[in-house]
Structures are given as C-alpha cells and as structure tokens.
C-alpha cells in the first residue's frame, strides 16, 4: 500500500499533499502547530488551496483511508513508505545557501525511515545536494544504506503562488530517482495525480539543475528590462511604452522592470552561483543579474526622493503611503519582498511610511519585519505628500489616485494610468 507523508505544509507541501490526498492515504507534516491546527480546521492561510477544497480531502484520525491527515507528531509518519521534502531553502545574509531547514527535514525523516522507503526532495537546491548533502543525514539518522536499505529522488516544485489559472496539476513536472527502477517509480507516483504529465530526467542531478536553472534565467530576463528602465528614464522614454512596442514581434519576451523576491527567482541563483564558484567558475551573467535586481529598492527610493524634491515637497517628516507589502499580486506570501527594502529606505531619509495591504497577514508582517500595518482602505489620500503603487494587487485599481503639485505618485509595477502618475519604474 503506497501511503505518503509530505514534510512542510506552506505554499509547497500543502497544495501537493491535497492533490496526492485525492488518491492515497496522506499524512501532512509540520512543524508549527498553529499552522496544523488551522489546516485541520480546513483553513489555508496561504489562500493556495481553497477551504472547501482543503475540507473535502481532510481526515480526522491517522488511519489508511485515503484522504489527508496533517500532523506534527511523528509518531504519524512512521508508517509512510514515501517521504516528500518541501521545506524552505534560503539565503543567508551574505546570499550563501542556507540547508539548515533540508538538514532538519531529513534527520525528521531519518528517525522513521525504514527498509523499502523512498525519500524525494522537492526544494530548490543546487546540483549534488540530495545526495551529497541530505542522503549522508538520512543515513545517519536511520543506520540505513542508501540504495540498499531505501532509495531517494528528486522532483522539483513548480508552485507559482497566487496562481490559481497555473496549479500544480496543471504544471508538467521533473522526476528522478536513485536508481532506474526508483526513478520510475517516483515518475509513476506523480503521474497519477498530475494531468499536465512528468518528464523523467536522466538523475537526480540533472533534475536539480533544471530546475534551479528555471529561476535563474527568469532573473537574468528581468534584470535585463531592469537595466533598460534605468537607461530610458535618462533618456526620458517611457520603459513600458518601449515594452509594448517590441512585444508586437512574435518572439520578444514578455518580461517587465521590477523589483525581485518572493522565494525562488531571488534567491535559486545565489544557489547555482555557489556551486559553479565551489568548482572553479565565476559566473558572470547569472551574478551580474542578481546585483541589477539587489539594486532596485535603492534606486526606486532615490527616483521618489527626487520627484519629491522637484515639486518643492520636504522629505524628512513627510507622510508616504506603500501600496503593497507581499512580494507579489493577489497573494498573501510576504517571504523575501523587496518592498521592506524600499520602506527601510524611505524611513532612513525621514518619511513617514503607512503601509496598506489587504492580502497580507498583520500579525505575520510583524513578526517577520516589524511593521505596523493596516488591512483597511485609507479614508484619506490627500494626507499623504507621497503615495508608491509597490504591488500591483486587483484592489488598488479602485482607488482614486491622481498625482497633483503638492504630492507624488510613483508606480513601481505600472499598474495606473499614466496620466494619474508622475513616474513609473
């Protein structure tokens, strides 16, 4: 009897483990209790699966039904016979790889790893860590010889959260395994459940790489048009109406300026970079992309501190309002937004920074940065000498603003009308 345990339940391991539910007996694995407690009450916080949804696959005992039953009690999981890894990867504050979480994830599976079981990691890493750095903690942990005892695969994530139109069954996905005969296996597993099909890769290795190779060439696009908004607001064009207008070729690719965060395109290249310098090679492009997009909070908070200037506006002690705190539309997910830095930008040169978002948590923007912010549309936007679109959430098109000689309005994801606004990124 196939029976799976997903470790993690965020914006990864949650939508996998209640699409697997929909055929196979599920454990959900989490450290936080509160986030358990939540889902067992049938409620995502992340918005990335429905509740009605999420209800219909939830089992209120551990047991074999199929179904999923989200726990954080190993004793839940020692049963499984497949074990799917989709915790964080990150970077440090130096941008260094951080393996601390896939460290811990796998000594969690190792207490209750057994003969026969497989292991497949889902977090984006560089090439060589499932079996150079995570198979050693798995052995470790259980005395168990890998290829002998159990068997391991990778199969990368391809979440894009908020994306309701690209979900993950819709999404073709990588697989790979230890051995031949494990790599189908894995392959078989997930095409039972994905609709959009798997594509096999030749090992572990090349699926690694794949998939950190996907985040990298996405950075280097956007740092591209990053670049060329710098270059065309010199030469006072405007960058989207550039866009627009090479886009009318067939094979233009459809990126636009912005700043980079969120979980993946941010951070996977720091990944690839790491490894490629371990080896002896300096990766130019991939790392010269990574410092164009780093540079983007200071220069969109330089271009507001000047169009404030310019209209005789004093900066120090100047109220500003942030439209958007997440690190991207529609979605709840604040992990890595580039728009903290742009706040703690503007706060250092004297603004008073109100921060606006309906879609993110307050408590959760707290703790993680430390802001006081608000869910609420603000009564009155003449109060503020300064007001930056951040995140180009749906809501924000209803609001009534327009740029005028005693405020600014800068739009960092050209979602307003051009008219209404004094500067677009």
Known sequence: ??????????????????????????????????????????VDATLEVENDVLKSVLLEHP?????????????????????????????????RPDLTPLYKSSETVGKVLKKGDIVIYESTVYPGVTEEECVPVLEKTSGLKFNVDFFAGYSPERINPGDKQHTIEKIVKITSGSTSEIGYRINELYLSVIKAGTHLAQSIRVAEAAKVIENAQRDINIAFVNELAKIFNLLNIDTLSVLEAAGTKWNFLPFKPGLVGGHCIGVDPYYLAQKAQEVGYHPDIILSGRRINDSMAEYITTQI??????????????????????FKENCPDIRNSKIVEVINLLTSYGLIVTIYDPWA??????????????????????????????????IFKLLSIKSNDKQVVYDVKGLLAKFNVDATL
């Not at 199929?66 to 964080?88: K, R």
């Not at 404030?308 to 439209?323: A, E």
Request: with cysteine; glycine share 10%; net charge neutral.
């Open 1 to 42: 009897m196939t029976k799976i345990a997903v470790i993690g339940l965020g914006y990864v391991g949650l939508p996998l483990a209640r699409l697997f539910a929909t055929k196979y007996s599920v454990v959900g694995f989490d450290i936080n209790k509160d986030r358990v407690d939540s889902l067992r009450s049938g």
């Open 63 to 95: 047991g074999n039904d199929i179904g999923l039953f989200c726990s954080c009690n190993l004793s839940d999981i020692a049963d499984c016979n497949y074990y799917i890894v989709t915790v964080p990867t990150p970077v440090d504050k130096n941008n």
């Open 305 to 326: 501190v000047k169009l404030m200037i310019n209209k005789g506006i004093i900066v120090k002690g100047s109220k500003l309002l942030m439209l958007g705190i997440t």
């Open 361 to 394: 948590d307050i408590v959760e923007v707290k703790q993680q940065y430390g802001f006081l912010i608000t869910n609420e549309t603000p009564k009155d936007l003449m109060e503020y000498q300064a007001i930056v679109l951040g995140v180009a959430h749906d």
